[in-house]
């Protein structure tokens, strides 16, 4: 497959001297589902902004489909879609009327859109409330609306831009549904923002980690995953104990004496513990930390996460915020002029 999109050494230097991106690089490859997964104020926003073309960069090379990102900028606009964290829909308007405008917007016209239009409310299955006004739609309906208005055009390449966030459970099943769709049956290249763990392992073939506008590890979910080579066993101190810096220490200390533990980190209200073959370690924690007097709220064992991936590379854990959303009011090219 060739390189739909490749990125070397970008830099993005705010105004006010926040560096936002920091000589990041990567390539995403032609029919592909890329993921970037990261927290709020990782860069994932602003290097969506850059390979739109909305955003000028500060340094690096940039090319998506074979187009430099600022010399051919136009060229660029006529081959993606884009979907923001924000709905960008005519609330005044049906749903089958926003994607009429999305395509004479597109200069779009006539039987062929109207039966690109009849195909897209069929997809996101809007097609029983084409004729209702956006504005009495749910969340998740103007949601799947938005992503319709992003495909009006074809486009061979898709941008979402934390898509799923605000949704329900079912919703953002259901839009997950409608995303490997579109890559699978339609070679749609799709490059995903996400802040949500299940989101990227789910759907994404090879994703990167951002965190403070780096790139701390990339690959695919597996390979990812198979870095940490060991169970995760999650322990929650009892709250005066999480408090009292000296008794999570000891904890840890006491940990790095038991036989088959691989590594100890600090994670929110306790410590994860990495080991293999894990599930026959846990007596032994219990027991010690019973001599020590150390109280456990509770303790987990589960299989390697990419949140576990996360911690292992910054030191803490990913934690979705619905509220604080990345600034994304900008216009959409490839999609609204």
Known sequence: ?????????????????????????????????????????????TTIKILTTILRKTAGSV????????????????????????????????????????????????????????????LVELDEAADKRAAYYSGGMKKRLDLASALVH????????EPTTGLDPQSRATMWSYLEKLNREEGVTVFLTTQYMEEADRLANRLAILDYGRIVASGTSMELKQEIGADAISLSLEKADVINAG???????????????????DSDGGLTVYAKNG??????????????????????????TLDDVFLKYTGRRIRPEELKKEASSFMMFGRRR
């Open 279 to 304: 599930g026959f370690i846990i007596p032994d924690i219990v027991r010690a930390f019973d001599e020590s007097k150390i109280r456990l709220s509770s303790i987990n064992l589960s299989s390697p």
């Open 1 to 45: 497959m060739s390189d739909i999109i490749k990125v070397e050494n970008l830099v993005e230097v705010y105004s006010d001297g926040t560096k936002a991106v920091q000589d990041i690089s990567f390539v995403v490859k032609e029919g592909e589902f890329f993921g970037f997964l990261g927290p709020n104020g990782a860069g994932k926003t």
């Open 154 to 161: 074809k486009p061979r390449l898709l941008f979402l831009d």
């Open 247 to 265: 008794m999570k220490e000891k904890a840890k200390q006491i940990l790095t004496t038991i036989k088959g533990v691989g590594d100890v980190r």
């Open 63 to 122: 090319t998506v489909a074979g187009y430099d990102i600022q010399a051919e900028a136009q060229e660029i606009r006529k081959l993606i879609g884009v979907e923001s964290q924000e709905t960008a829909i005519d609330a005044d308007l049906t749903g089958r009327e926003n994607l009429i405008l999305q395509g004479n917007l597109q200069q779009m016209h006539g039987e062929i859109l109207k039966k690109r239009v009849d195909e897209l409310l069929k």
